[in-house]
Structures are given as structure tokens and as C-alpha cells.
């Protein structure tokens, strides 16, 4: 293989390195998850040094500071990766999970569960996404080929020869995880065309990027979709809860698909609720653009338009819309949301479960922070995207997520009549 891999060669090794993935024992796979934890932290400065130039070169490119901060690596971000790899660990192996039963012609069926092969992940600013990804594809059997974007190709570099250093001194085929050389734009099409060789392409990052590869590809593709999130507050809502949820869902991070776009407000607590929403996020230096209702009571909010309710800002921007009772809210959501994550406040059981029942989402909260939507959250260990389709999985994509199944049948010589 030449010195600077072309991205066919580096998807016929990862080929080559499902096949040994996928007959290996967990705890062939738990050993070289282990030396990986160990990596990360012990060349944690190494991690940093190099994410600052990548810090660097965004803020000379006017990143926004939403992207930046998902850019940032900090010591405490390192140690958190390496915490998730050992969580990602000590989880079940999917793996060789079967279930199966005896046919009335005494034919023995097994459903098994298999790795998918090679999946190649496609995605953004997020360093924290390589580690995430080359674990989960890892410890489900899969190689992986990881797409970074150029704004933290330093980060992805360290990030993944570390994790590569740490397969070769375990004993495993190195070229189960890759990081793809071509950054030219034109690799990303080149990916989504080669059928026969990647078995899933996941996309991960903005509306833009996701429809370029759905548009593209021939590749079977897991779509991780934009998070227009929503949170309800109902006539029946604790006020102080849903202001303690919406300054969370919206300023503890606010450049992540899971954060708060818009709040639904309930005409009935409007005039209550929207003052002391106004101060809180005034003083976190959130922008507020307010349908007319809701400006009566907060004069300081621009006029919001039509955009503003299809908008997924990622950065420290609220939209706010009065509405009149559960339906409306149920409405505005079925037309504008994508599917995320949804949440209501209330303490109605009746609404609670009504709201659960009719939005279409991958997450609906009730009395919680959408914040929540997450692998790690949700005891997964980890996450390599977000599911907002419907066909083979939905929500946070972890393990199991990544396998697939197959039959194997054991006869004594049955013909079918």
C-alpha cells in the first residue's frame, strides 16, 4: 500500500479486517478497548496540543463560538472519552447473541447476530465523534472508515493513530479502524458509491451535509437527521421546572442536535411564564425571536418568521411561539419538527400521554430535558449518531444498532413438499 493510502485501497482493508473482526471473541476485542482507554489518557497532552491548532485555524476561519465549542477538547473531555470506551467495554458483546427454535419438521432454526462489515462514518467539527465511532464500530465487529472535516483533521490524526497504536499492541488488524486520507469533498461521493464494499455509510452532522450523501448514495445509509427540538410548556406545567428545563436545553450546549430551538408556550401561562423566561435568558445571552403574542411579553425579542420555526441554530438563539392549548402545540410540532427529540411540561397525565402517543420522534420527554438524547445517557456506553428514520434503527445508535442477523438452519436431510 503507497505511503498516502487512495480510498479504494483503504476501503479493501478495512474488507479485509471485518473478516478477522467478525469471527474474534469479546475479549479479544475488550483487550484492545482497554489499551485504547489507556492511550487516550496517557497521551492526553499530545490530544490537546494538537486541537488547539485545529481551535486555531477555526478561529481565524470565524467559527461561530457553538462550533468551536464542538471543536474543543479539554482535559476533562479526554478523560471523559476514555471513561466511554471503558464503559463501551464492559457492555454485552451483541455479537453471537441468538435466539432460536424447532420447527414441527424438525428443522433447527438460529437467528444470530452478526457485524455489519465496514461502516464508514461521515461527519463534523466533533473530534469526541472519532473516538465514539471507531469504539462502537469495533466492539460490534465492524472496520471503520471515519470521515473528519478538515476543521479538526489535526485532532482526527492523534485521535486515530493512537487508536490504531493501540490495535497493533494488541494484537489486532490495525486496519480495522481508518481514517480516510482524501479530504477533498469529492471523497464523500466517492464513499456513498461503493457498494459492494462499505456495507453502512452514516452521515453525521448538518441538514446539508446528510441530503448531499442520501442524494449520492448506493450505499446502504443510516441518516442521522437535524434536531429541530421542541419543548411544550402546558397549561398544567410546573413553571419553575420548565424554566429550569428550557435554560438547560438551550445554554448547556447549545451547539448539539439534541438542544432546544423552540418553545411552545401555552397561551394560559404566557403572560406568567414569559417574563421570567425573558430575564433568565437574557442574562445567559440567549437571542429570543417571538411570534407577536409572545412579544407582548417580551418586548426585548425580534419579530420571528416563517424561518425561524424550520431553523436548527446550534447556537444561543430561541424561538418562541404562544399557542392555544395542546393541539396547536402538537400541530407546530408535526409541521416543523424532524423527528429529534420533543418534550412536554406538565402535570397532566391525560396531556402527558396524549403528546407521547401523537408526536413522531425518536425521543419524546415528558418533564425532562432533551438534553438526555444521547447514547451514553441512555446507558449505551456510547453513540455513533442519532437516528431520525424509521428502518432498521431510530435513536441513539450504539452496539446492537450496529449488527445485524442471520439464520442458520440445521436439518437431517428435510426436503420441502
Known amino acids: 500500500m503507497s505511503e498516502r493510502p487512495t480510498l479504494l485501497e483503504q476501503a479493501r482493508a478495512a474488507r479485509e479486517a471485518a473478516r478477522v473482526l467478525a469471527t474474534l471473541p469479546g475479549s479479544a476485542k475488550d483487550r484492545g478497548l482497554c489499551e485504547m482507554a489507556g492511550a487516550l489518557r496517557q497521551h492526553t497532552e499530545e490530544i490537546l496540543q494538537a486541537n488547539a491548532r485545529d481551535l486555531e485555524s477555526g478561529e481565524a476561519a470565524r467559527m461561530s463560538p457553538a462550533l468551536l465549542d464542538r471543536l474543543r477538547l479539554t482535559p476533562g473531555r479526554v478523560e471523559s472519552m476514555a471513561r466511554g470506551v471503558e464503559k463501551v467495554r464492559d457492555l454485552p458483546d451483541p455479537v453471537g447473541q441468538e435466539e432460536g427454535w424447532t420447527r414441527p419438521n424438525g428443522l433447527s432454526v438460529r437467528r444470530i447476530r452478526v457485524p455489519l462489515g465496514v461502516v464508514a462514518m461521515i461527519y463534523e467539527a466533533r473530534p469526541n465523534v472519532t473516538v465514539e465511532s471507531a469504539i462502537l464500530a469495533f466492539k460490534s465487529g465492524n472496520a471503520c472508515l471515519l470521515r473528519g472535516s478538515t476543521s479538526a483533521v489535526n485532532s482526527n490524526r492523534v485521535l486515530t493513530g493512537l487508536l490504531r497504536q493501540s490495535l497493533q499492541a494488541s494484537g489486532l488488524p490495525v486496519e480495522a479502524i481508518q481514517a480516510v486520507a482524501d479530504m477533498n469533498r469529492e471523497a464523500i461521493d466517492e464513499m456513498a458509491r461503493m457498494r459492494g464494499l462499505i456495507d453502512c455509510l452514516i452521515p453525521r452532522g448538518g441538514a446539508e451535509l446528510i441530503q448531499r450523501v442520501v442524494r449520492t ?107 392555544e392549548g395542546l393541539p396547536q402545540a402538537l400541530e407546530h410540532i408535526s409541521r416543523y419538527g424532524t423527528g429529534h427529540s420533543e418534550a412536554i411540561v406538565t402535570g397532566d397525565l391525560a396531556a402527558a400521554r396524549r403528546f407521547q402517543r401523537e408526536v413522531d420522534a425518536c425521543a419524546v420527554y415528558v418533564n425532562a430535558s432533551t438534553r438526555f438524547t444521547d447514547g451514553e445517557e441512555f446507558g449505551f456506553g456510547a453513540e455513533i449518531g442519532i437516528s431520525t428514520q424509521k428502518l432498521h434503527a431510530r435513536g441513539p445508535l450504539g452496539l446492537k444498532e450496529l449488527t445485524t442477523t442471520k439464520y442458520l438452519v440445521e436439518g437431517q436431510g428435510q426436503v420441502r413438499p
Not at 429541530?228 to 428545563?245: E, F, K, P, R, T
Not at 407577536?292 to 419579530?303: F, G, I, N, Q
Request: glycine share 6%; with cysteine; aromatic share 4%.
Open 217 to 323: 448514495a448506493s450505499v446502504p445509509v443510516l441518516e442521522t437527521g437535524v434536531g429541530n427540538c421542541h419543548l411544550y410548556v402546558h397549561a398544567q406545567g410546573d413553571l419553575d421546572m420548565a424554566l429550569a428545563l428550557a435554560l438547560n436545553a438551550k445554554t448547556q450546549r447549545p451547539g448539539v442536535c439534541n438542544a432546544l430551538e423552540t418553545l411552545l408556550v401555552d397561551g394560559a401561562v404566557a403572560p406568567r411564564f414569559l417574563p421570567m423566561l425573558g430575564a433568565a435568558m437574557s442574562e445567559r445571552g440567549v437571542e429570543l425571536r417571538a411570534c407577536p403574542e409572545a412579544r407582548k411579553h417580551l418586548p426585548e425579542a425580534r419579530v420571528a418568521c416563517e424561518e425561524d420555526w424550520d431553523t436548527e441554530y446550534l447556537d444561543l438563539i430561541l424561538a418562541i411561539r404562544v399557542v
